[in-house]
């Protein structure tokens, strides 16, 4: 019952955030704001991991493939498919549930704990749209930085199968054009522009509804990265199973 | 002035306010005491319109506020000015930032015109060097003359404090309880103020609820206060040794 009254509030919460609109000029500056603070603040970490990712998959495929009748071009094209399909917009995903869904949990939690959310309500500002909404939108661009995983992703695992001897640069590079479906690259970018809702309202969510003082915003940036990730696991098995099953 | 008749709150189980009856004039300073757990903030925030009683009535100027429609309870809140326990000033912002933002949100000023306006308040509540300081480099006090200062830039008709001069020391305490009651005078404000703090009962007291289990126990002016026989009122506003002798020489005095 419990889990029943929380998914409605979330979707009520959700129709509030498109309610009474914030005066544009202030509502343009805080996107930008948050641009900078969700997107680009994660860039790094997002390159980090997807390098290394890439470089893994190129490895652990490689390492698996002992047959000298399955071509080394195979490796490529593993790997080009693990990371556009499911490393990029899954994996990274997870990442910015942590990363950034933590961020967005404590910082309207703490607005929450110091009455700063009832400050915004009593001056007459819909706080939900004020608060939440430029986190939606600067999350739009969240497939912009899934796009620069996936280059960089695969450019790792060009780096670790030529330099690391496990592939030739130029059967790398035929795996990778072997057999490409350009859906596959629409299909993660509709998953991520999906997770990227998810992962600027849940937590959003648990910021804003959360209770009590400092120990609580910490217990619900947890709780907001547990089912964070919990949705977009999910929704990747509902998402494939309709676009690609 | 805004008229209470007969509110009721309860979360779940737990009956908050059981029929509080009272009204709060214009021009007025008027404060709302009780022990911890008595219902005043729960009180104040449904003044605020931030809960809504269960029963009863709240009745602005006329305006009954269970009438309203959401929009018009939003331009109602618009005319209401608001000073939080802990200031809740935001974060991110700076002082200036932070008065100014009433009125980017809600006027079509000009840039210009906003800062003269932000400068005035700032000076009305005798802060003028902290316009580019943050809330967290600022003491408890400016954080409450910030405070006092973002809920009159848009020069409200009800001002709400919740515990105003709590964490402050008694000095700055008198100096904070003195600008609200001249702000409230100045621009005949109806003003409301949750208290515990006594000396603000006997200096600015000039109508006084008192809140006891979420009952209404008690109501009169600070002059009154001394008079009274209310047990539930004696203990509580004469709980210290202090107050005890000051009261036990006013009750000499006036024999």
Same mark, same amino acid.
């Given at each position: 019952m419990n889990y029943l009254e929380a998914i409605g509030r979330y979707f009520i919460m959700v129709w509030e955030v498109?309610? &009474?609109?914030?005066k544009w000029p202030i509502m343009r500056s805080l996107i930008l704001k948050e641009i900078d603070e969700l997107i680009f603040g994660s860039l790094g970490i997002i390159i980090f991991i997807s390098f290394f990712i890439g470089g893994v998959v190129t490895i652990q495929t490689a390492l698996n493939l002992?047959?000298?009748?399955?071509? &080394?071009?195979l490796i490529g094209f593993a790997t080009r498919q693990s990371v556009i399909l499911e490393f990029a917009p899954t994996f990274t995903s997870i990442i910015m549930a942590g990363k950034v869904g933590s961020y967005i949990t404590s910082s309207i939690g703490t607005m929450k704990v110091t009455e700063q959310i009832d400050a915004l309500e009593v001056m007459g500002v819909n706080s939900l749209n004020y608060l939440v909404f430029p986190k939606i939108i600067a999350m739009l661009m969240y497939p912009f930085a899934v796009a620069l995983a996936m280059y960089v992703g695969i450019f790792g695992g060009w780096i670790a199968g030529a330099f690391g001897g496990y592939a030739p640069s130029g059967e790398f590079v035929k795996g990778l054009q072997l057999?490409?479906?350009p859906f596959h690259v629409t299909y993660a970018f509709i998953k991520t522009v999906v997770f990227a809702f998810v992962i600027a309202t849940i937590p959003s969510y648990h910021g804003f509804y959360m209770k009590g003082g400092a120990l609580e915003v910490g217990k619900a940036s947890t709780t907001s990265f547990v089912w964070t990730s919990v949705v977009i696991i999910i929704l990747n098995y509902i998402l494939t199973q309709l676009l690609l099953g | 002035m805004i008229q209470v008749e007969d509110i009721h709150k309860s979360f779940g189980e737990t009956h908050v306010l059981k029929g509080i009856t009272t009204n709060f004039e214009k021009g007025k300073t008027n404060l709302v005491i009780g022990q911890s757990g008595s219902g005043k903030t729960v009180f104040l925030k449904c003044l605020l319109g931030l809960f809504e009683p269960e029963k009863g009535k709240i009745c602005y100027n006329g305006q009954f506020y269970s009438e309203l429609s959401i929009s018009e309870r939003r331009d109602l809140r618009q005319e209401m000015g608001m000073v939080f326990q802990g200031s809740?000033?935001?974060?991110?912002?700076t002082v200036e930032g932070n008065v100014m933002f009433p009125l980017e949100m809600f006027t079509k000023q000009t840039r210009a015109e906003m800062k003269d306006r932000v400068d005035f308040v700032l000076e009305r509540v005798n802060?003028?060097?902290?316009?580019?300081?943050?809330?967290?480099?600022?003491s408890g006090g400016m954080k409450k003359r910030v405070a006092i200062a973002r809920a009159i830039v848009m020069n409200p008709k009800y001002l709400f404090c919740d515990e105003?001069?709590?964490?402050?020391?008694p000095k700055t305490a008198i100096l904070i309880d003195n600008l609200i009651q001249e702000i409230t005078k100045e621009y005949n404000i109806t003003t409301v103020i949750n208290t515990h703090d006594m000396n603000s009962v006997m200096e600015i007291g000039e109508k006084i609820i008192f809140l006891k289990n979420g009952y209404k126990e008690w109501e009169g002016t600070n002059k009154e206060i001394f008079k009274t026989d209310n047990e539930a009122v004696t203990n509580f506003v004469y709980s210290s040794e202090l107050f005890k002798k000051v009261r036990q020489m006013y009750i000499e005095e006036r024999n």
């Open positions: 498109f309610k &009474k609109p914030t002992n047959s000298p009748l399955i071509p &080394k071009s057999d490409f479906i | 809740a000033l935001f974060d991110s912002m802060l003028v060097d902290a316009h580019k300081k943050f809330p967290s480099e600022i105003p001069n709590s964490g402050l020391d």
